[in-house]
Every structure is written in C-alpha cells, then in structure tokens.
T-cell receptor, first 112, second 110 residues
C-alpha cells in the first residue's frame, strides 16, 4: 500500500511569490491534515480537510489556504511568501478523525 | 489555549530506561498520541491512549492520566537508533485538531 506522497520535495521561492504544495493521501483515507514545522519548532497545525471540506484551520493568516479534491488529494497554497514561511510542510492522512495520522516525507519550502 | 508541554531534550545511556513526560490542558481531550521523528524524516506513530492506564508495545509503553492531564512515554532497553525527537500530540474534540507539543529530543549515548 502506497504511503502519503507529497510534491515537490524541495521548493525555493522569493519573497512575495506564491507556492503550491501537493499531497496524495493513503488510499481509503478521506482526511488530510497540513502542518508546518519550522526549524527548531514543533509541528504547527495549519489545515484539516475531510470529504472535500475544510473542517478546521490553525492560527495562520488567510494567505495560507488550500483545498481537497474529489479524489481526496489536497493542495496547500501560500501567497505573498515571507521569509518566515521557510519550513518543512508535512501532510498527513487518516481514515477517521480519531485515527492515527500517517505522514508524508514533507515539502521543504525555502523563501529567499 | 491548548498548550502541550514536554521537556526540550533528554540524554540517556544505551540499555537504560527513559521516561518522557507530557502535560496538556484537559478541556476537550479526546485522545493522546506519541510519535517518533528522526532528523530529516516524517513522524511515525508509536502509541495511542484514550483511557487511563498503561499501553505496552514491545520496548515502548505509554501511560495516561486524564484527570491529571498527564502522559508519559517509557522506552526500555535503549538502543542508539532510539535517538530521535518524541512528539506528544493531543486530539481535541473541538474541531478534531491534533495538536503537537514541541517534541523532546532524546540522545542515546554509548
């Protein structure tokens, strides 16, 4: 069974640009979560999607947005990039909202 | 808020036992997870507690006291490969968010 896959692995952007990160959950998982892990910090909850709907979001500005497609894959968009957006962005999926999260390897975003 | 507190770092000796503590705010609690994250890798699931008591899984055990807002992860017979960050995460039922602590960086020395 394929795990959670994320792309791209690495992404380099400059301030003010926009970044798009993609995630494919494990087959059969309908919930997708996005977390930001900045250097030296813990995982910060960004967004939760389930059955195509945004169910909850963390304390991040509106320039962080995303969506979930009918096949349950998901996209995270970050607009007007700032230097402090440089981080590892982790996507996770689960079968239910109380289930174990399975994480992808992450997309490392560097903003110059 | 939903603060989750755990020590920043710990050091232990190969073959020893180490206990990593985690405290959390109890309001809305709906389950607690422990994850392991090696440097440069994704977190991987270790354990899940929703009821009080001890859950044992091989060399790893996790304990939960819901009334005290307290959990610990116990690692026995430490091996060098256990050097990693250990993340305590609490599921809160307000919106189904899984909130992570900052992680405890464990270094296992020979």
């Amino acid at each position: 069974e394929a795990g959670v896959t994320q792309s791209p692995t690495h992404l380099i952007k400059t301030r003010g640009q926009q970044a798009t990160l993609r995630c494919s959950p494990i087959s059969g998982h309908t919930s997708v979560y996005w977390y930001q892990q900045a250097l030296g910090l813990g995982l910060q909850f960004l967004l939760w999607y389930d059955e195509g709907e945004e169910r909850n979001r963390g304390n991040f500005p509106p320039r962080f947005s995303g969506r979930q497609f009918p096949n349950y894959s998901s996209e995270l968009n970050v607009n007007a990039l700032e230097l402090e957006d440089s981080a590892l962005y982790l996507c996770a999926s689960s079968r239910t909202i109380t289930g174990e999260l399975f994480f992808g390897e992450g997309s490392r975003l560097t903003v110059l | 808020g939903q603060n989750i507190d755990q020590p920043t770092e710990m050091t232990a000796t190969e073959g020893a036992i180490v206990q990593i503590n985690c405290t959390y705010q109890t309001s809305g609690f709906n389950g607690l997870f422990w994850y392991q994250q090696h440097a440069g890798e994704a977190p991987t699931f270790l354990s899940y507690n929703v009821l009080d008591g001890l859950e044992e899984k091989g060399r790893f055990s996790s304990f939960l006291s819901r009334s005290k807002g307290y959990s610990y992860l116990l690692l026995k017979e430490l091996q060098m490969k256990d050097s990693a960050s250990y993340l305590c995460a609490v599921l809160y039922n307000q919106g189904g968010k899984l909130i992570f602590g900052q992680g405890t960086e464990l270094s296992v020395k020979p």
